[in-house]
C-alpha cells in the first residue's frame, strides 16, 4: 500500500501548443485575432489605479458582472451564472448535473474535454455517432440518459445545428439537463438562450474567450432558469466562493457593457467574411470544407495527408490544429485569423500541396 | 422522474460577508489592511498597456508565476503548483488525492471548507476533536486513514503546532497523502516547505490572499515533491486547462520575486506588531485569547455571548466573525487591522461591553 494508490489517475485534456516567438502565425486554438474592446485596458487600468482595493476579497457573487450580463442579454440577473472561461463553467456543471447511472450522451466527434471531464467526475458517458456529413441526428438524443451536451456550433466540425432540432432535443428530455454549449455562437449560429425561459431543464454556456477576444481573461457564463443556476451556484460555492478576480469582474462587466458592442460586431462581421473568402480558396487549393458557423474552418484534402499538412505548415510556422483520432485524423482545425495572417496561410499552402 | 433528481446537492460554505459603503470597519474575513507591494500596480498597468494581448489563452502552465515562485522558495519548478486562490488548490488536492474508502482525518475545529469538499465529492472523513484547549493532538492522526488535512496555523483558533509535531504526522502516513494547509504561515510559524524533499506524500499550501494583501487576485500555490505535483497536474488540467489569467500570472510572477520582498516582510512585521499589542488590549477588556500565530484572534469574554458582542458591533458597522458551531460558538474571529481600525474597535468595545 502506498499513498499513489488513494490518487484519482486521470489522462488530462491536453490544449493546442502556445508558441511564442515572432514571426508565428497562429492559427490553432480559435483565438480572435482582433484586440477586445478599448474598455478591457480602461478596466486594467483603474484597477491599477484601485491596486489596494486587491486586498480584499472579490465580491463572491461577481454581481456587477452577472448584472451586465443579465441586462445585455435581456434575462433575470439569478438567472445567470459565471466561471473561468467556459472550461470552468462546464466543469462545474458536469459535476453538478450529470449525477446518475444513466449515460450522458454527446456526439463522438465533439469537443474533447467532454469525455475528459466525464471520466474526472466518473460519469457514466455514451458517445452518439454524427452522421457521415458530420451533422448530428437530433432524434438519437431522445433515447434515456443521465444527461446530455451538445456543442453548437460543433467544433471541430464548426457545424451549426438549427434551433427546432435544438429544442427537440430540450423539450424531448424533461428528466435530464441539457447543455447547449455555444463558445462559437457568435459567428453565426442562433443562440438558445430565448429558450431559458421555456424550459427548465436548460443551459446554455458561453464565453469571452473567443468574439470577445479575451482568452487571457477567463470569464465563461451561464444562461438558465433560476431553478437550474442555483443548483449551479451551490456546486460553485462548494469548490471556491471566490472564482472571479476583481480584475476579472471589472473587465467582463465593462465588456458586457453595450457601450462597447459595435466594436463587438464590427470584429465579429470582420472574421465572418475573412471566412467566406477562406472557404472559397481553401477550395481551390483542393480542400474539401465543411460548412462553417464559426471562426474556423474544418477542412481536408483529397490528395494530401492532413497530418502530413499540418507538419509541413509547422515547419513554416503556421500552427494549425490537427486530431489524431478516429473519423477526422485527415482533417485540419484552421481558425480564422486577420487576412494578411490568412494570405500567408494559402501562400504556405501552395507550396505545401505543390 | 425529474431532471432535478440527477442534480449532486450539496450545502455551500459561507464565505464571510462583504458590506460595501464607507465608515466599515472590515475585520471578518482575514484581509490584509494593507495595500498589495506597489509591483501589482506596475503588473496592471503593464497588462493594460498589452491589453490586445488578452485574446490570447495564458500560458496554461503559468511558467513565469510557477518559475518566479520556485527561485523565491528554493525548489524546483516542477514543485510547484498554482490555482485560483487556495481554495482552488485545495478542491483540486481533495478531488486528487483522498480517493479512498478510508476516512479524511481533520480537526473537528478548523477550516469549515474542508468538510464542504468532503461532501462536494463524497470523499469519507473523520473529525478528530482538537484538545480541550484547542491545540491538535498529533497522535491522534496516525490511525488508518485515506488522508489528513491541516490548516496550520489553524483557522479559526489561530493556533501554532510545531514543525516536529506536523513531522510526526506526515511521517506516520506513508500511505496517504498529508496536505498541511498554511494559508497564515507567513504571520509566525515555520513552513512545513523544507520537508517536501524529504517526504514525498507531503502537500504544502500558501496563498497570496494574506500576508501579500491579494484576497483580489485570486493566487494560491501547493508545493510538494514532483511526483504529487504532476497528480494534481492531471486533474486540473482534467478540470480546466487555463485556471490562470494572463493579468493573474502577471501579478504574481511580480509580487513573487524578490524585489518586493522588503515591502511584504514590513507589512507582516506591522500586523504581528498590532496583534501582539491587541493581545493586551483584549485581555485588559476581559477578554480570553488563544495564542495567534496569524493575522487574527480567536477570543471570547467571561460574561458576554459572543452572538452579543457581534451583533453589538456590527451595529457599529464593525464587522468580525462569528461561527454558530459547537465547541466555538462563544468565539469571535477577529482579523487584525491598522492600528487605527483596532482602537475604532476597542473603543466600540468598551461601550458594548458596558
Redesign the interface.
Known amino acids: 500500500?502506498?499513498?499513489?494508490?488513494?490518487?484519482?489517475?486521470?489522462?488530462?485534456?491536453?490544449?493546442g501548443e502556445?508558441p511564442t516567438g515572432s514571426g508565428i502565425v497562429k492559427l490553432n486554438?480559435n483565438?480572435?485575432?482582433?484586440?477586445?474592446a478599448p474598455g478591457?485596458?480602461?478596466a486594467?487600468?483603474s484597477?491599477?489605479?484601485d491596486?489596494?482595493?486587491?486586498?480584499?476579497?472579490?465580491?463572491?457573487d461577481a454581481a456587477s458582472l452577472t448584472q451586465a450580463l443579465a441586462d445585455h442579454y435581456g434575462v433575470k440577473e439569478d438567472q445567470v451564472f459565471v466561471g473561468?472561461?467556459s472550461?470552468?463553467v462546464l466543469?462545474m456543471s458536469f459535476?453538478?448535473?450529470?449525477?446518475?447511472d444513466k449515460p450522458l450522451l454527446f456526439p463522438d466527434i465533439t469537443y474533447s474535454f467532454y469525455e475528459?471531464?466525464a471520466?474526472?467526475f466518473r460519469i457514466p458517458h455514451k458517445k452518439m455517432p454524427l452522421r457521415c456529413d458530420f451533422t448530428i441526428d437530433p432524434e438519437a438524443y431522445l433515447e434515456p440518459n443521465?444527461?446530455v451536451i451538445i456543442a453548437n456550433p460543433n467544433a471541430p466540425t464548426s457545424i451549426y445545428l438549427d434551433l427546432d432540432s435544438i429544442e427537440k432535443i430540450v423539450a424531448g428530455?424533461?428528466?435530464?439537463?441539457v447543455i447547449i454549449d455555444e463558445a462559437y455562437i457568435d459567428f453565426g449560429g442562433k443562440s438558445a438562450l430565448p429558450l431559458i425561459n421555456k424550459y427548465?431543464?436548460l443551459l446554455v454556456v458561453q464565453t469571452f474567450?473567443k468574439s470577445r477576444?479575451?482568452?487571457?481573461?477567463?470569464i465563461g457564463m451561464a444562461f438558465g432558469s433560476a431553478?437550474i443556476i442555483s443548483?449551479l451556484?451551490?456546486?460553485?460555492?462548494?469548490?471556491?466562493?471566490?472564482?472571479?478576480?476583481?480584475?476579472?469582474i471589472r473587465?467582463g462587466a465593462a465588456v458586457a457593457s453595450l457601450s462597447d458592442e459595435s466594436y463587438f460586431s464590427d470584429v465579429t462581421n470582420r472574421i465572418v467574411k475573412t471566412r467566406e473568402e477562406a472557404v472559397e480558396r481553401f477550395k481551390a487549393l483542393g480542400f474539401s470544407v465543411l460548412p462553417s458557423a464559426t471562426n474556423f474552418l474544418f477542412v481536408s484534402h483529397s490528395d494530401r495527408n492532413a497530418s502530413d499538412i499540418y507538419n509541413a505548415l509547422k515547419e513554416k510556422n503556421i500552427y494549425v490544429r490537427y486530431f489524431n483520432s478516429p473519423r477526422i485524423d485527415n482533417h485540419l482545425r484552421i481558425t480564422i485569423g486577420t487576412p494578411e495572417e490568412m494570405e500567408k496561410l494559402y501562400n504556405a499552402l501552395q507550396e505545401v500541396l505543390k
Chains 1, 2 share one sequence.
Open positions: 500500500m502506498n499513498w499513489e494508490e488513494k490518487v484519482r489517475k486521470v489522462v488530462p485534456y491536453v490544449p502556445q486554438t483565438e480572435n485575432p482582433y484586440p477586445p478591457v485596458a480602461d486594467l487600468r484597477m491599477a489605479n491596486y489596494d482595493e486587491m486586498r480584499r476579497y472579490p465580491d463572491p473561468v472561461g472550461d470552468d466543469a459535476l453538478t448535473f450529470f449525477d446518475s475528459v471531464w471520466k474526472l443521465g444527461g428530455n424533461p428528466d435530464s439537463v427548465e431543464n474567450s477576444s479575451l482568452a487571457g481573461a477567463r431553478k443548483y451556484k451551490d456546486v460553485k460555492f462548494s469548490f471556491n466562493s471566490y472564482t472571479m478576480s476583481q480584475d476579472a473587465i
